[in-house]
């Protein structure tokens, strides 16, 4: 073999391979992390349509740490959630979670969970009933598994289950990508990536979810019915992603 040609396939195969390289670590980049964010929500509680508002929200502290944290405010009441969190590549690892429901005239914390990674244990309180759960990973609070669910959207996946502390008990979330929509919003025209959730056994409560194809898989627009015909609307009104 002519040796000029055998450096220059050997060269070739080089520049392919590094070429492969980047692109599958800038594609691991883009999979392995969520900028941090603000997005706003527009809500409506059906059969009242009574009208509200909501706001999610991802900070980054350090790179160890981060916060997310949920709003919702309707008819003189706020709920907040907010969970503190490190990261795993694109796994989130909660560390505690809180959520505290406030009225006109009073304030409540209704739940608490703190995270022991070390010892396998969650110390979880729901009003005045106190637990000690045996975890293993990956398990979630009721806001960490959104991010886990935004990261495997990411990655092309279509089931998703998690182990999710609720109140005092593990449950289990299923979730099934069902399909692609392009839906309405203040942000313009969206197609969407629509998923559902599995109910439990016996259960006709039914979340719908749809996720931005254009903004990261931002959730975009939820829809919960519940099995009392009381259902509620979430809608993003703005997203800001921070730098």
């Known amino acids: 073999m002519n040796i000029k040609k055998q450096r220059h396939r050997v060269l070739a195969s080089i520049i392919i391979s590094l070429i492969s390289l ?25 059969p009242l349509a009574l009208k509200g508002s909501a706001s999610r ?24 959630e907010s969970t503190s969190l490190q990261w795993q ?5 909660p560390r505690s979670f809180s959520r505290i429901k406030k009225h006109i005239f009073s304030k409540k914390m209704t739940v608490q969970q703190i995270f022991n990674w070390p010892a396998k244990l969650v110390s ?11 975890i293993t990973a990956p398990t979630f609070d009721p806001l960490s598994y959104q991010l886990a669910l935004r990261c495997d959207l990411k990655q092309g996946k279509k089931h ?15 979730f099934e990508v069902i399909g692609e929509e392009n839906i309405v919003t203040r942000l313009g025209l969206l197609p969407t990536i629509k998923v559902a959730r599995s109910s439990d ?8 979810l749809w996720f931005s194809k254009q903004h990261d898989f931002t959730l975009v627009k939820l829809e919960q019915k519940e099995s ?10 703005e997203l800001i992603v921070h730098q």
Request: charged share 20%.
């Open 124 to 134: 979880a309180r729901h009003k005045d009933n106190k637990v000690t759960i045996t």
């Open 228 to 237: 009392d015909n009381n259902h509620y609307v979430f809608t993003i009104r």
């Open 89 to 93: 590549g694109c796994s989130p690892i």
């Open 22 to 46: 980047l692109l599958s670590t800038q594609g691991s980049c883009q999979q392995s992390s969520i900028q941090p964010f603000t997005a706003t929500y527009d809500s409506v509680w059906y």
């Open 160 to 174: 998703f289950e998690y182990s999710v502390i609720r109140k005092t008990k593990i449950k289990r979330y299923v």
């Open 201 to 208: 056994a016996g259960s006709q409560k039914q979340t719908t």
């Open 57 to 80: 929200s991802l900070n980054v502290k350090n790179k160890h740490h981060s916060l997310f944290q949920f709003e919702g405010k309707i008819m003189g009441t706020t709920l907040q």
